[in-house]
């Protein structure tokens, strides 16, 4: 089966009426985990920015307690778990602060990581990945935004 465009969903959805929509939607929320999230976010948590960042901020930290230390090749695959997980939660948002707020927290957290990310060059260059990350999409932000961002950037380079 071939998916239609976006135009000619939009042009239908526009044409439906509201139970029609209501009950599309519910369908799409059972059908995936990550939609009902996403509904979630935007139904919910959309109007405070700063909770939703201070909920993902607790749930990375639970993810990083469970974290298997005892080798690094469990450590990476872990890590690189809670990297997609952070991606997702910032892909609801959209908002180029809360991204580089999570993402200089995911690095905050991950440096503070023992052992050290610094004995692994793998864990090592995911993390000055993310730092250039980081620096370029602050780029975009505003001037006084960009140089509170910069400080923390410049506190977390190895």
């Not at 080798?71 to 990476?76: T, V």
Request: with cysteine; aromatic share 10%.
């Amino acid at each position: 089966m071939k998916a239609a465009s976006l135009k000619d969903l939009k042009t239908e959805l526009t044409e439906r009426s509201h139970s029609e929509l209501l009950h599309v939607c519910l369908q799409l929320a059972k059908f995936k985990k990550e939609n009902k999230e996403w509904m979630t976010y935007h139904l919910f948590e959309a109007a405070d920015e700063a909770a939703y960042v201070q909920k993902v901020q607790a749930e990375t930290d639970a993810l990083f307690a469970g974290l298997n230390t005892k080798r690094f090749f469990y450590m990476k695959k872990s890590i690189r778990k809670i990297l997609r997980i952070l991606k997702t939660r910032i892909r609801y948002s959209k908002k180029k602060t809360t991204e580089v707020e999570l993402l200089l927290y995911f690095c905050h957290k991950l440096g503070q990581v023992k052992p050290s990310i610094r004995q692994n060059s793998v864990l090592k260059n995911l993390y000055l990945r993310e730092l250039a990350s980081i620096e370029k999409k602050t780029a975009v932000l505003h001037e006084d935004l960009q140089y509170e961002y910069h400080l923390e950037l410049k506190s977390l380079q190895l």
